[in-house]
C-alpha cells in the first residue's frame, strides 16, 4: 500500500532529502499563473534534490515519464555564451561553451497538473495538463540579451513573452525576474490567461489554498482536489476498492494533501478529508484491513515497513503516517513489493 501510494502521488520521494532543508513555498506570482482547475500541485526544494545522491537515485527509480520530460528540458536549456563562465552564487563557474544551465539558479520547483479549459467527455484538449514552475534568482537581463543576439524572437501573448526551450518542443516565459513558467504552448497560455485575470487563478480555489496551508511549511509537499484524491486512493485500493462500503466512502473524498521529511530517517504524512467522520472512519477501517492482509504475505522488508505505518481517523480526516530508519527505506526500495509497483 506504502509503495502504491508512492507511485500514485507522483512520486516525491526522489524529490526528497538530508537535513534542514527550508521551506518549499511559492511566491503570490507563481500561485497566480496556476489556473484555478489544479488536479495536483508538487512543490520541492530543488536545492535538496540535486544535491542529495539518495534522492537522484530514488528519483531515477520512480519519476513518471511525464515529468522526466520536464526535468530534461529544465536541464538541458541553458543559458547559451551571454554568461558564459558565470555562475549562480556557491557554484561553480560553467564550462559549457554555451553557458550554464538555467537549473543551476533554481531553488524551487513545482509541477502543476491541471483541467484545461473545454476539457470533457468529447473535448479535443488533454484530460490534464502539466505546468512546470521554477523560481530562483535568474539571470532574465543576460538570458533575453542572449536571444536578441541569436535573433530569437519570442511570441507574444498580450505583454508577455514566450521562447523556446532549445529542441525540448517546450516553451518558457519568465512572469518577473525569480519566476519562470515552461511546459506545452497550451499549458503556459493557459497559464497567462490566469495571471492576467482571463481566467480565474489557483488563488480563488479555496480548497486547494486551505489544503496548501496545511502543507507548505515543508521541504517537499503536495495536495490533490476530489478528482485526484478519488484517482488516488483507486489506485491504492486496488482489488479492496471493489468493496461496496469502498465504493460508497470514495464519493465523499474531499481533497486530501501530504509531505515528506528525511531530516531524521524517513518519514510521511498524507491527510485525506472526508467531510464527516463516518466516512473517514470507514476508509481507515477499509485500508487497516488491507494492511493486515499485506503484513501476512509480504517480504521482511515490507512488512517492517506496514508495522511503520499508522492510519487512523478523526473529525472526517484520514491520516496515514509512515515512518522508518534510511537501512530499512533501502531495503523497501529492493522489496519485490516496491519492484511491482514503479515497473
Not at 502543476?112 to 523560481?135: H, M, N, S, W, Y
Not at 501573448?157 to 506545452?184: E, H, W
Request: charge should be neutral; charged fraction near 20%; aromatic fraction near 6%.
Amino acid at each position: 500500500m506504502l509503495s502504491s501510494i508512492v507511485k500514485t502521488l507522483i512520486p516525491a520521494a526522489f524529490l526528497a532529502a538530508a537535513a534542514l532543508a527550508p521551506a518549499a513555498q511559492l511566491s503570490t506570482d507563481a500561485r497566480s499563473a496556476i489556473p484555478h482547475d489544479v488536479q495536483q500541485l508538487v512543490v520541492i526544494d530543488y536545492r535538496v534534490m540535486q544535491n542529495s545522491q539518495a534522492a537522484m537515485d530514488l528519483k531515477a527509480r520512480v519519476m513518471p515519464p511525464e515529468l522526466k520530460q520536464f526535468d530534461r528540458a529544465l536541464s538541458r536549456f541553458t543559458i547559451s555564451d551571454a554568461v558564459a563562465g558565470k555562475a549562480a552564487p556557491g557554484q561553480a563557474a560553467a564550462a559549457d561553451p554555451n553557458g550554464p544551465e538555467i537549473d543551476q539558479y533554481v531553488d524551487q520547483l513545482a509541477f502543476a497538473l491541471f483541467r484545461p479549459k473545454g476539457t470533457g467527455k468529447d473535448a479535443a484538449v488533454p484530460e490534464v495538463d502539466i505546468l512546470g514552475i521554477a523560481q530562483g534568482q535568474f539571470p532574465t537581463q543576460d538570458i533575453l540579451a542572449n536571444f536578441r543576439k541569436k535573433g530569437v524572437k519570442p511570441t507574444l501573448v498580450r505583454t508577455n513573452k514566450l521562447y523556446p526551450m532549445g529542441r525540448t518542443g517546450m516553451i518558457a516565459c519568465f512572469v518577473d525576474p525569480s519566476t519562470m513558467i515552461f511546459g506545452s504552448s497550451g499549458a503556459v497560455r493557459a497559464a497567462l490567461d490566469a495571471r492576467d485575470g482571463l481566467s480565474s487563478s489557483f488563488l480563488a480555489n479555496a480548497i486547494m489554498m486551505d489544503a496548501m496551508r496545511s502543507v507548505d511549511s515543508a521541504p517537499l509537499w503536495s495536495i490533490l482536489d476530489q478528482k485526484g484524491t478519488q484517482t488516488m486512493m483507486r489506485q491504492v485500493m486496488g482489488e479492496a476498492g471493489s468493496v461496496a462500503d469502498f465504493d460508497n466512502v470514495q464519493k465523499r473524498l474531499l481533497a486530501s494533501w501530504y509531505a515528506m521529511d528525511f531530516q531524521h530517517g524517513v518519514k510521511f504524512d498524507l491527510t485525506l478529508s472526508t467531510g464527516d467522520s463516518f466516512s473517514a472512519a470507514t476508509l481507515s477501517s477499509l485500508l487497516n484491513a488491507a494492511l493486515v492482509y499485506r503484513k501476512m504475505s509480504g517480504s521482511e522488508a515490507e512488512k517492517q515497513a506496514l508495522s511503520a505505518t499508522d492510519i487512523s481517523s478523526e473529525a472526517g480526516r484520514l491520516t496515514i503516517h509512515f515512518a522508518t530508519n534510511d537501512n530499512e527505506f533501502a531495503s523497501l526500495l529492493q522489496s519485490p513489493l516496491f519492484q511491482s509497483m514503479v515497473h
